[in-house]
């Protein structure tokens, strides 16, 4: 209800669980024993309250239910009786039209039905704890099996040709983790099920997906917006391509880090692209924007010098800017849990900012072609010597 004041709900759905994770089989009921098996290995972490088993994935928890025998296999083996012995004894107990023979009354056939007595006298307590005997062994149900009343799957659903079951849950902790918990399942399910039968996670990784490009495009408008910022700054059209030089190198450094240290690369790791764009050009333009005022103030200077002393000037704060950064990340990366997108961005960022440092160093006054003029430049002097 909406419309008044902030509104009002009695919707008492409870969500279905957010972490999904499909299982194929062949064979219905090896399936469910399969789904059963992990829905029980996954109640085995402390953060897992709760795993529903259904034939379809949805965002609320389905009210149907139904009763279920959870029959104890060691207590059958130690009375030494089989699951069929054990149905057909209850089965009288609750015996609904059963077929008994027919009565013929006056040219008419009549079927005889037997219904069961206790049928209406018995409930559950009842049926678990009431002696029984099988041949001359004495029992109580309660002692090999356990009546539960548990969601069950209404409808029984196909996927290539494979049956489908789908289980849900709500992990109470960091996404990462719940990922890490999740991963493990699955590949210990494929490791051990029988041929014919997989499970796949079908959760999303919130707005990250890796079959997408789209995110991409920020990095092409950050490009963008750094040629025309740098180009009005400088007043030039060449000197901005230098500072767009060492962005790339720079990302050599995230991917040397995600590849040698075998990192998912997620929505952190894309977040570290765009903070060491800004931080790595940041340090570029100190030094070329100094560079340009040096050389404007002394234009008979030789570009080699006037680069040395440019990068005198302007050293000391870049580095304890990238130092610091460096620091600031280094707490994100220590611990026995590794939190999802502060580990990667923070992994990311480290290796990009330590490559960038390399590229200030090497390749910056390679692409301002430093080198070059002062090559030229001596040429010029020997030739004015000799004549």
Known sequence: MYGVGDGFSNDVKEQAGTVRIKVLGYNYEELQSLAAAMKDSLLQYRRIQEVTIDSKFSWYKSDYMEYSFHLHKKELAQKDLVPGELFNYLNPMFERGGYAGDWINEGRIEPIRLYSQQ??????????????????KGYKLSDVAVIGKDQAPQDIAKEDQQYRLCLQYEYIG????????????????????????????????????QGSSSQYWLLFII???????????????????????????????????FYLFDLNFDQGGFAAFILLAGIAINANIYILSEYNNI????????????????????????F???ISTVLGFIPFMVGQYKEGFWFPLAAGTIGGLVL?????????PLFMGVGKRVTSGKSRKSANLLM
């Open 174 to 209: 960091s996404y990462q983790q719940s990922w890490n918990i999740q991963e493990r399942v699955i590949e210990s399910f494929n490791k051990t099920a029988p041929l014919g039968y997989k499970a796949e996670s079908d959760s999303s990784r919130y707005w990250w997906s």
């Open 295 to 318: 050389k404007e103030a002394s234009p008979g200077m030789a570009p080699v010098k006037v680069y040395i002393k440019a990068w005198n000037a302007k050293i000391r704060p870049i």
């Open 356 to 364: 960038s440092l390399i590229a200030l160093f090497f390749f910056l």
């Open 119 to 136: 049928t209406r006298k018995l409930d559950i307590w009842n049926m678990e704890n009431y002696p029984g005997m099988i041949g001359e």
């Open 223 to 257: 490009v963008v917006i750094v040629f025309f910022m740098t180009g009005i700054l400088f007043n030039s059209f060449t000197q901005p391509l230098v500072i767009l030089f060492i962005i790339p190198i720079s990302f050599i450094g995230i991917f040397l880090t």
């Open 320 to 322: 304890l800017t990238i």
